[in-house]
């Protein structure tokens, strides 16, 4: 079964740092585009960050540009996301996706909650 | 920065067909790509390519896309389809969501 797996959310302080992870099964990893998408609470669905299959190729949206990193381990089939300098604004769900230009996001996780408060 | 602009919402009785747009400059054209979320779930794609479906999505769903308008088209509408329906573009190194679009199965 194609699944992906988000973990490593949870409750933090402003100005604090999260490591997010998501877990690839039952396909091949290292062939695929990932994004990072958010929803905060009642919002709409907010992209966050894009990595090309081989690690090479890397965006950013400008809300949060010099703050998180993406980063991919293709023996591990894993995907991260770490985010630093948190604000209250970065409370959102976090979906990783499987992602191809002319195909779209076609396999999503089932979300990580991050709460930034203090 | 790219923007797509969608209904906030749509409303619709069953066994009717459901437009939703998406519109963005010169978006004809792009790849756009359709979204369902449900409360509590993770979004689904439903088109993909402008008018493509993925395997399991109902024959229901359908897409176009021309000029400055992409539109969802969700023909014989039934109560399960009553969701949140985002569309999706990639441009200039960026994903670019449109607000989304809340349909109400009436």
């Known amino acids: 079964e194609v699944q992906l797996v988000e973990s490593g959310g949870g409750l933090v302080q402003p100005g604090g740092s999260l490591r997010l992870s998501c877990a690839a099964s039952g396909f091949t990893f290292s062939d695929f585009e990932m994004n990072w998408v958010r929803q905060a609470p009642g919002k709409g669905l907010e992209w966050v960050s894009y990595i090309s299959s081989s690690g090479s190729t890397i965006y950013y949206a400008d809300s949060v540009k010099g703050r998180f990193t993406i980063s991919r381990d293709n023996a591990k089939n894993s995907l991260y996301l770490q985010m630093n300098s948190l604000r209250a604004e970065d409370t959102a769900v976090y979906y990783c996706?499987?992602?191809?230009?002319?195909?779209?996001?076609?396999?999503w996780g089932q979300g990580t909650t991050v709460t930034v408060s203090s | 920065s790219y923007v797509l602009t969608q209904p906030p919402s749509v409303s619709v009785a069953p066994g009717k067909t459901a437009r939703i747009t998406c519109g963005g400059n010169n978006i004809g054209s792009k790849s756009v790509h359709w979204y369902q979320q449900k409360p509590g779930q993770a979004p689904v794609l439903v088109v993909y390519d402008d008018n493509d479906r993925p395997s399991g999505i109902p024959e229901r769903f359908s897409g176009s896309n021309s000029g400055n308008t992409a539109t969802l088209t969700i023909s014989r509408v039934e109560a399960g389809d009553e969701a949140d329906y985002y569309c999706q573009v990639w441009d200039s190194s960026s994903v670019v969501f449109g607000g989304g679009t809340k349909l109400t199965v009436l």
């Open positions: 996706a499987r992602f191809r230009a002319f195909y779209g996001m076609n396999v």
